[in-house]
């Protein structure tokens, strides 16, 4: 009993104290959206609050539409069964209701870009692809960024080493896909990297443990022991790759060294522990490893700058056309009221009260 009457006083704290801020944690089934309901109304038809000056942000499209109809059903039961300022209220609640600040936060961040376009220099009238448009546009966009990035002379080498190392355009449109994701992160996380040059690990240091490693082979009295081809062919590696200097012959290189096997030996036919010769033999191809991933990281990094800073032209080319996608919604408008004041300023005197359903689904970008 004493639980029901503290949630009871719970629900009534969230339906009749608007002038205080709260931040309401329960579960699912629990009645969140009705109680945020049950708030909304209090402020239209108690406080004298115009829906004009309410915004209630919902995470998904069905939960706004939901929203908006249940506030519906609600202020049209209010009209048809009370009488004086209340059914005059819930009239003008009804009025407002279509043009109202109730959606998503994306739908909420292009009303604010829309009331303020020049603040945000983006042209009169702006154009939201949905999530189909968004897809076209984007495959439109990696077409040309494909062709360009194949046609540019500079990235060649280092196209031409990633496509060695096993890397596909298509692992590049993937990357694209993602840096358009977050593509206002660009600027601190990708392009601030300083020089881009690949550097091509010295084999040389290599080549010499393999030549040290290969006449372990002296140490083996049976002739016919598994473990002594494998120490021949990494002697063979060494004589072989020695002298390899450019980053696609390194790459060679490293990458046939990780197809040499150190299982084999039996320790009765060696003067040394055999096992102590896998060890080494299995180390040295680990610190081969490590080289041959450095030198596809290194060749990496150049296409993704690359990529990064196309991403980053076509949002402002978005920008500038008005034509814009999801993400774009989010920071433009992220970056319109973090640099104005008087944008922000606006924006609270037209919206004094906020209604954020669903607040654990907000990422960085949303909560800003």
Known sequence: MTAMLTDQQSRDRIRDETGTTLFVDAGAGSGKTRSLIERVVTLALTDEVSLRNIAAVTFTEKAGAELRDRLRAEFERVWRTESGDRRRRAADALDDLDSAAIGTLHSFAQRILTMHPIEARLPPLIEVLDEVGS?????????????????????????????????????????????????????????????????????????????????????CRVEGDKLLPRLGALGAWAEEYAESADPESVLTALNASDTLSFSYGLAG?????????????????????????ALVDASLRPLASWVAEQVRRAARERADQGKLEFHDLLVLARDLLRDSAEVRAALQAQYPRLLLDEFQDTDPIQIE
Not at 157 to 184: I, M, N, T, Y
């Open 135 to 219: 897809s076209v546009a984007f495959d439109n966009r990696w077409a040309v960024m494909q062709r360009e990035l194949l046609d540019d002379e500079e990235l060649a080498p280092a196209v031409r080493l990633a496509l060695a190392a096993g890397v596909k355009l298509e692992h590049l449109r993937s990357l694209a896909r993602a840096f358009q994701s977050d593509w206002d992160l660009i600027e601190s996380h990708v392009l601030d990297e300083g020089p881009l040059a690949i550097s091509v690990p010295d084999l040389i240091a290599l080549a010499e443990e393999a030549r040290a490693l290969a006449r372990l082979a002296d140490n």
């Open 269 to 293: 036919n060696w003067g040394i522990p055999v096992s102590q010769v896998r060890d080494d033999c299995k180390a040295w191809q680990l610190r081969a490893r490590a080289a041959r991933e």
